[in-house]
T-cell receptor, first 112, second 115 residues
């Protein structure tokens, strides 16, 4: 069975600094997708970035980028130039055949 | 396009009661998934409905059930409520069946409190 692990329940970052959120997963599937979702306080969850497993190039969306290490089954999210609006719960998600599996989340605090 | 909507947004029930939550997906989306979110547990998958059929089910007791209508709207029912059922219940829709490249679009959730 597939699993997703986020080992950092909470992280803090100074405004304008860079922070990396960790995610590891386990699967025997060869074709899958990985996502990072953001859940701001009292607001709806939204997609931040997605990575296709068969693509070696790391995905990037503006200040958000991933470090995808397929062999190590690691999928970390890097947030550059952190802003107050980045404060949220971040969930790593695995999407394989017919299923979506989420990690337990990392709460990111941004300090002014 | 309107986003995913969930009603009601807040519910307070007592133990032993039953509750029905509703989810309206984005127009054109055929898959609706339900999740239970609690602090420290993340999102626990309840079930997914696709074209009115339950396609996948998580490890929850039979007190949790759901259904999907022909217009893709979905309802989730919890019978004989327990204190541990207090949680944020999230609904997510996707264009096609959950899995693969299909992004899930989430509703605002229903906050259920069981007293």
């Amino acid at each position: 069975a597939q699993t997703v692990t986020q080992s950092q329940p909470e992280m803090s970052v100074q405004e304008a600094e860079t922070v990396t959120l960790s995610c590891t997963y386990d699967t025997s599937e060869s074709d899958y997708y990985l996502f990072w979702y953001k859940q701001p306080p009292s607001r709806q969850m939204i997609l931040v970035i997605r990575q296709e497993a068969y693509k070696q190039q790391n995905a990037t969306e503006n200040r958000f980028s991933v470090n995808f290490q397929k062999a190590a089954k690691s999928f970390s999210l890097k947030i550059s130039d952190s802003q107050l609006g980045d404060a949220a719960m971040y969930f790593c998600a695995y999407s394989g055949t017919y299923k979506y599996i989420f990690g337990t989340g990392t709460r990111l605090k941004v300090l002014a | 396009k309107a986003g995913v909507t969930q009603t009601p947004r807040y519910l307070i029930k007592t133990r032993g009661q039953q509750v029905t939550l509703s989810c309206s997906p984005i127009s054109g989306h055929r898959s609706v998934s339900w999740y239970q979110q609690t602090p420290g547990q993340g999102l626990q998958f309840l079930f997914e409905y696709f074209s009115e059929t339950q396609r996948n089910k998580g490890n929850f007791p039979g007190r949790f059930s759901g259904r999907q209508f022909s217009n893709s709207r979905s309802e989730m029912n919890v019978s004989t409520l327990e204190l541990g059922d207090s949680a944020l219940y999230l609904c997510a829709s996707s264009l096609d069946a959950a899995g693969g490249q299909n992004e899930q679009f989430f509703g605002p959730g229903t906050r259920l409190t069981v007293l």
